[in-house]
């Protein structure tokens, strides 16, 4: 059982550039769509989250349950559902605006105890920044690490949502003793700063980067670092497609039997760039779909 920590909200999505081109409310959330993904690609999925009773709420845990996961993790409270309103532009990609305040996801309180059979629990994006909740989320990450869970993190860098940049740094490099994989953009990387080697030397096994249409890249502990082209696709918008990547590597791994750190430095080159192949082909699908809608494993083959 992989277990997918974090927000679920509703992306305001518009039909095409501009900011108000027929808005779409559309399921999302970074760690909403991973789960998603992880669940089309048929690896058995938990969601670990807070989401309110409202009419969004319903309609996300619908999407989770059409997918297949688990929502018996999920708490529910009267307080509305987030939203994002997406803006993209002539590429394709997505900025944000977020209605966050007084929202049911950011209440979430850190569970007793995860789904029997939980090997992996998955972490990133907006529940990490807002708080109560991302200081519940923090202390779920460190208690599973502390349970030799296989942990990833993505943090989905949201600009407009850290009030203050050095303190997020910190936090970020704080959790990372307790990370078994990081995975994050170009434009993460470069708002956190820092190396993938001194991430590795923090804790992580293995750090994989994105790099939008130019592929992926993953670097680890043993020195190797090992990188395939992104999937050629007509992109419609690039919403949910690190989410996807995210979902594929967890996939990929469990797959392999893979979700440790001895497990990732046995991959080597070939195994690695299998892996990093079928993210980019994930990715490729989500991207030339409008709004988050994840691959299922027949549209991928096999790993």
Avoid at 172 to 179: G, H, I, K, N
Avoid at 223 to 229: A, I, K
Avoid at 240 to 254: E, I, P, R, Y
Avoid at 280 to 289: E, G, I, K, V, Y
């Amino acid at each position: 059982m992989i277990v997918v920590a974090g927000e679920a909200l509703i992306d305001l999505v518009p039909q095409g550039p501009g900011a108000l081109a027929g808005l779409t409310p559309v399921p999302g959330g970074g760690p909403y769509n991973t789960a998603v993904a992880l669940g089309r690609l048929g690896s058995p999925t938990a969601f670990c989250s807070r989401t309110s009773y409202d009419a969004f709420g319903e309609a996300l845990l619908d999407g989770l349950r059409r997918a297949g996961v688990d929502v018996s993790a999920v708490q529910r409270g009267t307080e509305p559902t987030t939203l994002a309103a997406a803006t993209l532009d002539a590429s394709g990609s997505a900025a944000y605006s977020f209605y966050v305040e007084g929202t049911a996801d950011r209440l979430f309180t850190a569970p007793d105890r995860l789904p029997d059979r939980t090997r992996a629990v998955s972490f990133g994006t907006c529940s990490l920044v807002l708080e109560p909740g991302a200081s519940a989320y923090a202390e779920l990450l460190r208690s599973s690490s502390g349970q030799g869970l296989f942990t990833t993190l993505d943090p989905n860098i949201r600009p407009g949502l850290i009030p203050d940049a050095d303190a997020y740094r910190a936090r970020f490099r704080s959790w990372l003793p307790s990370v078994t994989l990081l995975k994050l953009s170009e434009d993460d990387a470069r708002w956190l700063g820092g190396t993938p080697g001194e991430w590795l030397a923090a804790g992580p096994s293995a750090v994989v980067i994105t790099r939008g249409g130019d592929g992926l890249t993953v670097f680890t502990g043993d020195g190797g670092e090992y990188s395939v082209p992104g999937e050629k696709t007509e992109v419609v918008d690039t919403i949910g497609a690190g989410d996807t990547v995210n979902a594929a590597l967890l996939h990929g791994l469990s797959v392999q039997d893979a979700l440790s750190p001895g497990a990732l430095a046995a991959l080597g080159a070939d195994g690695w760039t299998r892996l990093l192949r079928f993210a980019a082909r994930a990715a490729a699908l989500t991207c030339s779909r409008a709004g988050a809608q994840p691959p299922y494993a027949h549209e991928l083959g096999d790993l």
